[in-house]
């Protein structure tokens, strides 16, 4: 009976997550979320400065459930769809991407990105300003810092007027 009970409630909470990306620098136990991009000059992901400016992305699966699309939308606004773009860096655009498998696999799944489990940060300039993007790690340029990349199930909770972002630990599926 515990057992059935505990299955509901994990069910009933996976289907009210989202997903946030997180990378953490290979020897670190530094982690920081990567979030949308709101320039509106560059449609790539990028490491986030500030503790509430994740992305929080949603799940659709084909129906065979061998590969999933990660989107982003809000409100009447079209989805937007995580894929790769041509010189390797995370985005987010109008095409879908196809993720290998069930994002929902479970603890360990991996997944390959553009033919690839290996990913990398790099440091990119616009006039003043510096931000960190992601890339897929075959395509890391010299300098840039090799990350793992992790896919953390997380439930939105608002505390006086202020989302908070709560990780299910139960749920993290690991890229790398």
Known sequence: MKLSFAANLFFAVSAFASIGLQVQLLESHNRQWV?????GN???LYLGNYQWEPMFLEATFNQDGNYSTLWWGQGDQPKKYVSV???GFLVLGDEQYHFDGKVQGGVGHKFIVDDSDKFAIVETESGDSVAYKVIVGDKAP???SPVSLELEFVTMLVKRDQPTAAPIPVTSVELI
């Open 35 to 39: 979030c949308v991009p709101d320039d």
């Open 42 to 44: 560059s449609s790539r």
């Open 85 to 87: 773009d041509s010189d």
């Open 142 to 144: 010299t300098g840039s």
